[in-house]
C-alpha cells in the first residue's frame, strides 16, 4: 500500500490497517441510511447493482455500466444513485498524467475525477458531485487526518456517503430506489481488496434480492486462430468467487458477437447461466448498447434478479433508437484539426471528442477528426521530424476548422500559436479552450499589437509583456485541487455577440472552470482598441471569460470548458457553433436568433 522511501509509522500503520473496517462500516451505515421501508411493504426500498471491473480497460467498462443504469431509468424505478470506486492511492484525479490516465474530468461543484464520471454525466444525463467518487487515496488521507486528530478514540467513522445516499443524482427527492456502484481496477489489486471485503460484507447482509453482482470482463481473440479466449475471465471469477463474491451475470466485452460455444463455456466455468451471459460487442455508436442489451433482454433478468419486475414499466428506448439510426444515416463528414498536447491518447481529450460528435449530429454530419500534435507545426520540427511537419501542415490546411483544447505547460505552445495564427488570418473557424483561449490572445498580442515577446506567466515569468498570468488566489506549491475549479458564472456584456446568440440569447452563462492563468485585465483595453472583444466576464467584471473577432466568420475563446456540459441533443454552444460555422449553417442560424430576440 505504501510506494517510495522511508518505513511509516507504528500509528500510520494502525490507521491505515483500520480503514478496511471503516469501509465496511461506512457502507453499512450507506445502506442502513437508504433502505427505508415502502409503507404498506415490508421489503426494502433500495436495491444495489454493483459492477466490478474485471480485465477490461476503464473506457471500456463504462459503456456497460452506463447502459444497465439506463435501462434501470427506462424500467420507471423511480430515484437513482451513482457511486464510483477508484482503488488508485491518488485523493482524486487532478493531477494525474493525461498521457497515462486520460482526461481530468470537472464537475459543477470543483470535484475532479476520473472520465468515466463524465461518461456517466453525458450518457444518463444527470449531474454528479465529487462524492459520487471515492478512491482509496480519499479514504486512507480521511482516515489518517482523523488519527492525527485523535477522533477515533472509540467513536463511529462518518463519511460522506452518508450525505450522497440521500441526494438521488436525478434531481428527486427522497432516497433513491436503485444504488448503481462501479469498482473499477481489476480482480486481484490490492488497492481493491477493502472495497471488495467491504461488498462481500454488504452482500451477506442484504440478501440476494437486494443485490446484484454483474462482472464486466474482456473475451479477446487471437489473431492467428480467431479463437474467442475464456480464459482470462475464468480466471477473474475464480479470483472474485475467492473473495466471498459470486458474479449473478457477466458482462463480456469483445470485438465480435461472443459464439454460442463460447457462452456455454463462460457458463460451465463460472457458474453463471447462459442467459445471464451479456455481450457487448463492437457497435457502429454508442448509442446501439442500450438497444444490444435489450435484445439480450438484459432489463428483464436484472429486474427479476433483484425482484423488481412488479414495479418496473416496460423499457422504452425510442429515443436511443432514434439517436443510434440517425448517426448511422449521416453521411457527410467534416473535418477537425484537433491541435493539442497529448494526442498521443485520444481519451486525454474524451469529453471534447464526444462534445464534437453532439454537435456535428445536430448539424447532420460526422465528425471527421484530425488529430496533430501542436509540436509538429513549430519551425524546430521541419528540421528534426520534416515528415511529421509537412504531415501536420497538411493537415491543418485540409481541415474545415480549428480547434485548441486546454492543457498544462510550454511544450507544443508554439504550434499552437502558429494554428491560432493560421485560423485567424485565413478565415478558418476557430475555437480555443483553456488553454486555446490563452494561445489566442497571446498570437493576437504578438501578430497584432506586434509586441513580438507577449506571452503567459505560465510560459515564461521574466517576459515584459505579460499577457495571462497566474491567478491571484492560485498556490504556485500546492497542485491538487488548487485551480479555479467547478461550475462558474459569466455575464455576457453585450447581446450583440455569437456567442450570447449561440446560447439562445441568455444573458448569462454558466459552465465549469479549472484553470491556474488568466488573462491580465491590464492589457484587456488595448487589446479590445485592436479589434479583438471580450464578450463574456465573470461577475466582477475582471475576468475575462470570453473572447470573439469581429468580422471572422468564427473566432472564439472559452476560459471554461464546455465540453463537461455537452449532452446527446443538447450540444454544447461553442461546439455548435464551431461546426456551423465550419458547414455553413452559422450565419443563418445567428439570423434566427435575432429575429427571435427582438
Known amino acids: 500500500?505504501?510506494?517510495?522511501?522511508?518505513?511509516?509509522?507504528?500509528?500510520?500503520?494502525?490507521?491505515?490497517?483500520?480503514?478496511?473496517?471503516?469501509?465496511?462500516?461506512?457502507?453499512?451505515?450507506?445502506?442502513?441510511?437508504?433502505?427505508?421501508?415502502?409503507?404498506?411493504?415490508?421489503?426494502?426500498?433500495?436495491?444495489?447493482?454493483?459492477?466490478?471491473?474485471?480485465?477490461?480497460?476503464?473506457?471500456?467498462?463504462?459503456?456497460?455500466?452506463?447502459?444497465?443504469?439506463?435501462?434501470?431509468?427506462?424500467?420507471?424505478?423511480?430515484?437513482?444513485?451513482?457511486?464510483?470506486?477508484?482503488?488508485?492511492?491518488?485523493?482524486?484525479?487532478?493531477?494525474?498524467?493525461?498521457?497515462?490516465?486520460?482526461?481530468?474530468?470537472?464537475?459543477?461543484?470543483?470535484?475532479?475525477?476520473?472520465?468515466?464520471?463524465?461518461?456517466?454525466?453525458?450518457?444518463?444525463?444527470?449531474?454528479?458531485?465529487?462524492?459520487?467518487?471515492?478512491?482509496?487515496?480519499?479514504?486512507?488521507?480521511?482516515?489518517?487526518?482523523?488519527?492525527?486528530?485523535?477522533?477515533?478514540?472509540?467513536?463511529?467513522?462518518?463519511?460522506?456517503?452518508?450525505?450522497?445516499?440521500?441526494?438521488?443524482?436525478?434531481?428527486?427527492?427522497?432516497?433513491?430506489?436503485?444504488?448503481?456502484?462501479?469498482?473499477?481496477?481489476?480482480?486481484?489489486?490490492?488497492?481493491?481488496?477493502?472495497?471488495?471485503?467491504?461488498?462481500?460484507?454488504?452482500?451477506?447482509?442484504?440478501?440476494?434480492?437486494?443485490?446484484?453482482?454483474?462482472?464486466?470482463?474482456?473475451?479477446?481473440?487471437?489473431?492467428?486462430?480467431?479463437?474467442?479466449?475464456?480464459?482470462?475471465?475464468?480466471?477473474?471469477?475464480?479470483?472474485?468467487?475467492?473473495?466471498?463474491?459470486?458474479?449473478?451475470?457477466?458482462?463480456?466485452?469483445?470485438?465480435?458477437?461472443?459464439?454460442?460455444?463460447?457462452?456455454?463455456?463462460?457458463?460451465?466455468?463460472?457458474?453463471?447461466?447462459?442467459?445471464?451471459?451479456?455481450?457487448?460487442?463492437?457497435?457502429?455508436?454508442?448509442?446501439?448498447?442500450?438497444?444490444?442489451?435489450?435484445?439480450?433482454?438484459?432489463?428483464?433478468?436484472?429486474?427479476?434478479?433483484?425482484?423488481l419486475v412488479r414495479v418496473a414499466n416496460h423499457v422504452d428506448l425510442r429515443e436511443w433508437t432514434r439517436r443510434a439510426e440517425t448517426f448511422d444515416n449521416l453521411t457527410e463528414s467534416v473535418r477537425i484539426a484537433m491541435v493539442g498536447k497529448y494526442v498521443g491518447l485520444t481519451d486525454s481529450y474524451l469529453s471534447v471528442v464526444k462534445a464534437l460528435l453532439h454537435a456535428c449530429i445536430a448539424c447532420s454530419f460526422k465528425p471527421s477528426i484530425d488529430w496533430i500534435a501542436a509540436s509538429d507545426l513549430e519551425d524546430d520540427s521541419a528540421q528534426s521530424t520534416p515528415e511529421a511537419y509537412a504531415t501536420a501542415w497538411k493537415t491543418l490546411r485540409g481541415a474545415a476548422c480549428v480547434l485548441v483544447p486546454g492543457g498544462f505547460g510550454d511544450r507544443g505552445v508554439k504550434g499552437m500559436i502558429l494554428a491560432a495564427k493560421y485560423a485567424r488570418e485565413n478565415n478558418v473557424p476557430y475555437l480555443g479552450i483553456c488553454l486555446g483561449m490563452q494561445i489566442s490572445v497571446i498570437e493576437f498580442a504578438r501578430s497584432v499589437l506586434h509586441l513580438e515577446k507577449a506571452n503567459s506567466e505560465e510560459f515564461d515569468p521574466q517576459t515584459p509583456d505579460l499577457v495571462v498570468i497566474f491567478m491571484p488566489e492560485g498556490s504556485k506549491t500546492h497542485m491538487g485541487s488548487t485551480m479555479r475549479l467547478g461550475s462558474r458564472r459569466t455575464l455576457f456584456q453585450t447581446p450583440d455577440c455569437t456567442t450570447s446568440k449561440l446560447y439562445n440569447n441568455s444573458k448569462y452563462v454558466d459552465e465549469r472552470h479549472r484553470h491556474r492563468y488568466e488573462v491580465n485585465p491590464e492589457v484587456v483595453g488595448t487589446l479590445e482598441e485592436a479589434g479583438l472583444r471580450f464578450v463574456g466576464r465573470d461577475e466582477s467584471g475582471k475576468r475575462m471569460e470570453i473572447l470573439e473577432l469581429p468580422g471572422h466568420p468564427f473566432y472564439v475563446g472559452v476560459q471554461f470548458h464546455p465540453e463537461y456540459k455537452s449532452r446527446p441533443g443538447r450540444p454544447s454552444a461553442p461546439f455548435l457553433g464551431l461546426i456551423m460555422a465550419a458547414t455553413g449553417q452559422l450565419e443563418a442560424y445567428v439570423k434566427t436568433q435575432q429575429n427571435g430576440s427582438i
Open 1 to 307: 500500500m505504501f510506494r517510495g522511501e522511508g518505513t511509516p509509522s507504528e500509528a500510520t500503520l494502525a490507521a491505515v490497517l483500520a480503514s478496511n473496517n471503516v469501509i465496511m462500516e461506512r457502507i453499512e451505515k450507506f445502506l442502513t441510511l437508504l433502505s427505508e421501508v415502502v409503507p404498506g411493504s415490508c421489503r426494502l426500498n433500495v436495491e444495489a447493482t454493483r459492477v466490478l471491473g474485471a480485465s477490461a480497460a476503464n473506457a471500456e467498462k463504462a459503456e456497460p455500466t452506463e447502459s444497465e443504469a439506463d435501462l434501470a431509468r427506462f424500467a420507471a424505478l423511480e430515484k437513482e444513485l451513482h457511486e464510483r470506486m477508484n482503488p488508485y492511492l491518488n485523493t482524486d484525479a487532478g493531477t494525474m498524467s493525461p498521457f497515462e490516465h486520460g482526461e481530468v474530468f470537472v464537475l459543477d461543484d470543483g470535484g475532479e475525477v476520473d472520465l468515466d464520471l463524465g461518461n456517466y454525466e453525458r450518457f444518463l444525463d444527470v449531474t454528479l458531485t465529487r462524492d459520487n467518487n471515492i478512491t482509496t487515496g480519499k479514504i486512507y488521507q480521511s482516515v489518517l487526518e482523523k488519527e492525527r486528530k485523535g477522533d477515533y478514540l472509540g467513536k463511529t467513522v462518518q463519511d460522506w456517503i452518508e450525505s450522497v445516499s440521500q441526494t438521488p443524482v436525478d434531481g428527486k427527492e427522497g432516497p433513491a430506489d436503485v444504488c448503481v456502484i462501479e469498482l473499477g481496477g481489476t480482480v486481484g489489486d490490492i488497492e481493491s481488496m477493502p472495497f471488495i471485503e467491504a461488498l462481500r460484507q454488504l452482500y451477506f447482509s442484504v440478501g440476494q434480492d437486494n443485490f446484484c453482482l454483474i462482472h464486466v470482463s474482456l473475451i479477446p481473440v487471437l489473431g492467428v486462430v480467431g479463437e474467442q479466449k475464456t480464459k482470462p475471465t475464468q480466471h477473474s471469477v475464480r479470483e472474485l468467487r475467492a473473495l466471498g463474491l459470486t458474479p449473478h451475470f457477466l458482462a463480456c466485452r469483445s470485438a465480435q458477437p461472443l459464439l454460442e460455444n463460447t457462452k456455454q463455456k463462460l457458463s460451465q466455468f463460472c457458474h453463471v447461466p447462459v442467459a445471464n451471459i451479456l455481450n457487448i460487442h463492437d457497435v457502429p455508436n454508442i448509442w446501439h448498447i442500450p438497444l444490444l442489451l435489450q435484445n439480450q433482454n438484459a432489463h428483464d433478468a436484472i429486474l427479476k434478479q433483484m425482484d
